[in-house]
């Protein structure tokens, strides 16, 4: 394989058995990551995936690319010392609604803070699928679980709230079995710094169809799809999002014959911090869920500041391993014995 090859999806494909639940959602994902790759012109010898634990930390093993199954939570630190390293590698993190938002929460916060240049794709389903259907950071109040058999009490976090409180500058949504996914991907691929896309994942299994009410088919139209430079519409374009000015909140409008600049629709704006925070926290039932490039508003990436840094600081120097090895207190030890 060389430059000139054009690669495919089969590419990115490795020769190990998936092995994740019959229906799982992570299958698609997987497909989506694998199609989108070839389409951004990636290079399986220039890519690296880094993952924690939990079911969609398995995802290294069946991309064609180097990667590093990790241990919980630490998935960003492997990524950051990676990118170090090696600034030129298109990186890529993997984790789940409790690898990232739980044990691995600080981690979390920081690779975001510093914006490291890098994919982050948070896989939620709202439970703990590896460990048996436990409760998850992002489970709804009254889940029923094996940790919280009454039903959990915890209010949630919001995965996307949690990245723009923590500094992130891309901030994205997408459906695991959406045909959009791979558009979120190379959008995230695209931006210069820390991405953080959090993907709505079904756990056939332990928490199956909790995302229905805007993910199945006859549900679609309680999707906000946003798009730069676009009215915010949704339900065919009969309803949009636009701000009530009074309460400093969003609001539902309807929309009549297609006129909504008249129902003062908002067009989205992704450079927006404050209304990227509405957008994220719109409660559903009374809004549509979110979707797509929510918030993107680059600045420089956490490793070109440490090369440039590291730059000046050896400018004018000669490399002398031995003088910095000798720099300080040293000793030299002779062969004349010490006689007391």
């Given at each position: 394989m060389n430059e000139m090859t054009k690669l495919t999806a089969k590419d990115f494909a490795t020769d190990q058995e998936v092995r994740w639940c019959p229906g799982c959602g992570d299958y698609a994902v997987l497909k989506a990551v694998?199609?989108?790759?070839?389409?951004?012109?990636?290079?399986?010898?220039?890519?690296?995936?880094?993952?924690?634990?939990?079911?969609?930390?398995?995802?290294?093993?069946?991309?064609?690319?180097?990667?590093?199954?990790?241990?919980?939570?630490?998935?960003?630190?492997?990524?950051?010392?990676?990118?170090?390293?090696?600034?030129?590698?298109?990186?890529?993190?993997?984790?789940?609604?409790?690898?990232?938002?739980?044990?691995?929460?600080?981690?979390?916060?920081?690779?975001?803070?510093?914006?490291?240049?890098?994919?982050?794709?948070?896989?939620?389903?709202?439970?703990?699928?590896?460990?048996?259907?436990?409760?998850?950071?992002?489970?709804?109040?009254?889940?029923?679980?094996?940790?919280?058999?009454?039903?959990?009490?915890?209010?949630?976090?919001?995965?996307?709230?949690?990245?723009?409180?923590?500094?992130?500058?891309?901030?994205?949504?997408?459906?695991?079995?959406?045909?959009?996914?791979?558009?979120?991907?190379?959008?995230?691929?695209?931006?210069?710094?820390?991405?953080?896309?959090?993907?709505?994942?079904?756990?056939?299994?332990?928490?199956?169809?909790?995302?229905?009410?805007?993910?199945?088919?006859?549900?679609?139209?309680n999707q906000l799809w946003l798009k730069a430079g676009e009215p915010m519409l949704f339900q065919g374009g009969t309803r949009g999002i636009a701000l009530d000015r009074a309460a400093l909140a969003l609001k539902v409008v309807d929309v009549v014959d297609g006129d909504w600049q008249s129902a003062g629709v908002l067009v989205h704006d992704p450079r927006n911090r404050s209304v990227a925070h509405m957008l994220v926290e719109m409660p559903f039932g009374a809004f549509p869920t979110a979707l797509g490039v929510i918030y993107e508003d680059p600045a420089p990436t956490f490793e070109s500041a440490v090369v440039e840094q590291n730059a000046a600081a050896a400018k004018g120097k000669t490399p002398d391993l031995q003088a910095l090895v000798s720099k300080g207190q040293s000793w030299e030890v002779t062969k004349e014995p010490h006689v007391i």
């Open positions: 694998q199609r989108t790759l070839p389409e951004i012109g990636v290079r399986p010898e220039n890519t690296v995936f880094v993952s924690g634990i939990g079911c969609s930390s398995r995802f290294p093993y069946y991309m064609e690319t180097y990667g590093f199954h990790t241990i919980h939570g630490r998935a960003p630190t492997f990524a950051t010392g990676i990118k170090l390293a090696n600034p030129d590698l298109s990186v890529w993190i993997i984790t789940g609604d409790g690898d990232a938002l739980s044990i691995g929460g600080n981690h979390t916060m920081h690779v975001l803070r510093r914006n490291l240049d890098t994919q982050i794709l948070l896989f939620n389903n709202e439970i703990y699928g590896l460990t048996k259907g436990q409760y998850s950071p992002t489970s709804r109040v009254g889940t029923r679980s094996p940790s919280t058999p009454f039903g959990s009490v915890d209010r949630p976090a919001s995965p996307c709230a949690f990245a723009l409180g923590s500094g992130a500058r891309f901030i994205a949504r997408g459906i695991d079995v959406h045909k959009n996914l791979p558009d979120v991907l190379k959008a995230a691929h695209a931006h210069k710094g820390a991405a953080f896309v959090e993907i709505y994942q079904n756990c056939i299994v332990y928490n199956d169809d909790v995302f229905a009410p805007f993910t199945a088919k006859e549900n679609a139209g």
